[in-house]
């Protein structure tokens, strides 16, 4: 790899960026600058101060070949050939590029994410006053170039034509590098206009911006580096992004079909075929490439019959490593483990994207079911996974470090799943839960929250009106959602404290309809409206409540601290079931857990139920 380091003016930049001749890498991600940042740029420049490097890859490479794009804001014939490829820099010279020609009006944000048009003048008098005074001086103003107030009605500054900036005293930056002279010779006062054109004009017309040139001989894994360990100033690529630039640039996949590979259409074509599994939206590019790595690895391992064989990774330099050819011979196995893995979430009554507990914990539940093939649907093998996904979930693993529990999963629970004599995953071993951790489970914050809403509808939990299986259909028709049982505003009037109203202990998931029939008021009331709204009697109804492990008599006697205690200890046994572990009881028993003993989960779930 060979490259140089030569100083170019802004001006050439410009023309470049307009003209096509510097584009960029069609992986490259879009243009991200807020207005604040743009505007800094601009007084940097009108300073005279330096701002950093570009780096830019001289295009014909034969081992990288990558697809160009323009520049955001910039219209390129169809064709158009670059001669640099912008590897580093794209916010900057985006920015400057449409602040500083055309028509200066730059696609950008706020500070809050809005998306905004913005103009930028520089106010000439406060600008030539003193140069510490060119922050204050350089204005970003809307597209039209009017400043309002007052929900827009009313005018604070109008700089939309040249007569206007003229009065003001405001110099449109979007004319810096184009037709100046005539804007400053129509100037009344021509003196000002001379100065200004000393102090800020010409000075900018010799503003450097060093490049670092690559060669055309720079290979396809040093520009993998040089994206690493190399961005100045910008946003860090990912390893999606990374590998984009490595299999673009693959000779052999180009000499065998004469096409280079483009790794973000191949992703795109991904989420098309998992268009008809919506749980999948969470699953991002990244996670898809880590749980090819981890097969990739252990089918190294595996295959390794030295004493120290490579272990199995998720790491970010082991993502690295895949080759193209790693990626073709399992893209598309995983992308069909992905979609069992929903089939597999939808059992456990997880149907939407903001009901998975863990996304990341759905990257090694891919790579098992990819190392299991069909034996993952034996009904032994089906339960050991399971009580491994509840492990994960419940015992709250999947938080951080998770790249080593990955590495695990994917090495013991096959082994495991397949015959319960081997050692435990370490996922299974770690977990654990305690009572007072009810307490604390209040919002969809927390995976264990999640958990425990779907643990209630995988019991068979069915809707209060209309007596319904809340399953996948249900779940979208009735407008599902997890709601007080107790109501928020009836606990509050009735002075319940936050920890007891927000505890998942006091949430189940019901239908919006049920969810307005119960209103504000307490439990005694809705249970009556709902009988007569739905013709059901108490005990049908009562039935129903079991399904929710909700003990009806403690809420039909309005009797809080009792039916919190009750439902409590039916939620302790509802996790004992799912990990196979004994719950720590920590919570000191008071007078209601005594009348509340004689729940169990199997009771209540047992009830009688009315024929549908």
């Not at 006053?129 to 204050?136: K, N």
């Not at 492990?549 to 009750?566: C, K, Q, S, T, V």
Request: with cysteine; hydrophobic share 40%; proline share 4%.
């Amino acid at each position: 790899m060979g490259f140089l380091t030569p100083m170019h003016e802004l001006g050439e930049y410009l023309a470049w960026t307009r003209s096509g001749e510097i584009q960029l890498p069609d992986f490259q991600r879009g243009y991200k600058w807020e207005d604040e940042r743009i505007r800094q740029l601009l007084v940097t420049v009108l300073r005279g101060h330096p701002m950093g490097a570009v780096m830019l890859l001289k295009t014909g490479n034969s081992q990288v070949r990558f697809k160009p794009r323009a520049i955001e804001g910039v219209e390129l014939a169809p064709g158009t050939d670059a001669k640099y490829l912008l590897l580093d820099g794209q916010q900057r010279l985006t920015s400057l590029t449409q602040a500083l020609s055309g028509t200066g009006v730059v696609n950008t944000k706020d500070a809050r994410g809005k998306l905004l048009d913005r103009r930028y003048f520089i106010h000439m008098e406060t600008a030539l006053d003193d140069e510490a005074r060119v922050d204050e001086a350089l204005i970003s103003v809307p597209a039209d170039g009017t400043i309002r107030s007052n929900f827009g009605k009313d005018i604070v500054l109008d700089l939309s034509t040249q007569s206007r900036q003229h009065e003001h005293g405001y110099f449109p930056l979007h004319l810096l590098y184009g037709d100046y002279m005539s804007w400053i010779l129509d100037l009344a006062d021509r003196d000002r206009g001379k100065v200004f054109h000393e102090r800020f004009i010409k000075p900018a017309a010799t503003y450097d911006i060093p490049a670092i040139v690559l060669d055309e001989n720079t290979g396809k894994a040093a520009v993998a580096t040089v994206f690493e360990k190399v961005n100045i100033g910008g946003l860090p690529l990912n390893v999606f992004e990374l590998l984009t630039a490595v299999f673009a640039g693959d000779a052999d996949h180009y000499a065998r079909t004469g096409e280079d590979f483009r790794l973000n259409d191949d992703w795109r074509s991904t989420q098309e075929k998992w268009a008809s599994h919506p749980v999948l939206a969470a699953v991002e590019n990244t996670d898809f490439l880590q749980a090819m790595t981890m097969l990739v690895t252990r089918k190294r391992q595996m295959a390794d019959t030295s004493e120290r064989p490579p272990a199995i990774s998720a790491k970010r330099e082991d993502v690295l490593k895949l080759t193209l050819d790693d990626y073709l011979e399992w893209r598309d196995p995983l992308t069909e483990a992905f979609k069992w893995v929903s089939g597999f979430l939808a059992d456990r009554h997880i149907f939407a994207p903001r009901d998975v507990p863990y996304p990341k914990q759905i990257v090694p539940l891919a790579a098992i079911k990819a190392t299991l093939g069909k034996d993952a649907d034996l009904i032994a093998v089906s339960d050991r996974l399971v009580r491994w996904y509840w492990c994960g979930v419940l015992g709250e693993l999947y938080g951080s470090a998770i790249e080593t529990r990955f590495a695990r999963d994917i090495e013991m629970v096959p082994t495991w799943a397949m015959d319960d004599t081997k050692p435990l995953p370490r996922t299974v071993q770690d977990a654990n839960f305690t009572e007072s951790r009810l307490h604390s489970l209040r919002t969809r914050n927390a995976a264990a929250y999640k958990g425990i809403a779907a643990l209630i509808l995988d019991g068979g939990a069915r809707d209060w009106m209309e007596d319904k299986a809340l399953d996948k259909v249900q779940h979208a028709e009735l407008a599902v959602d997890i709601h007080h049982v107790f109501p928020q505003k009836w606990c509050t009037d009735t002075g319940i404290d936050d920890e007891h109203r927000e505890s998942i202990v006091n949430k189940t998931t019901i239908s919006a309809r049920t969810n307005r029939t119960i209103g504000g008021v307490a439990p005694a009331s809705y249970l009556e409206i709902i009988e007569s709204r739905a013709q059901v009697d108490g005990g049908q109804l009562d039935g129903i409540l079991a399904t929710h492990l909700i003990p009806a008599e403690y809420l039909r006697a309005n009797a809080f601290d009792a039916y919190f205690a009750a439902r409590r200890e039916l939620l302790c046994q509802l996790v004992e079931n799912a990990i196979g572990k004994t719950v720590q009881r920590d919570i000191d028993q008071g007078f209601a857990d005594e009348d509340s003993s004689q729940f169990e989960l199997g009771e209540i779930a047992d009830q009688e139920l009315p024929d549908i």
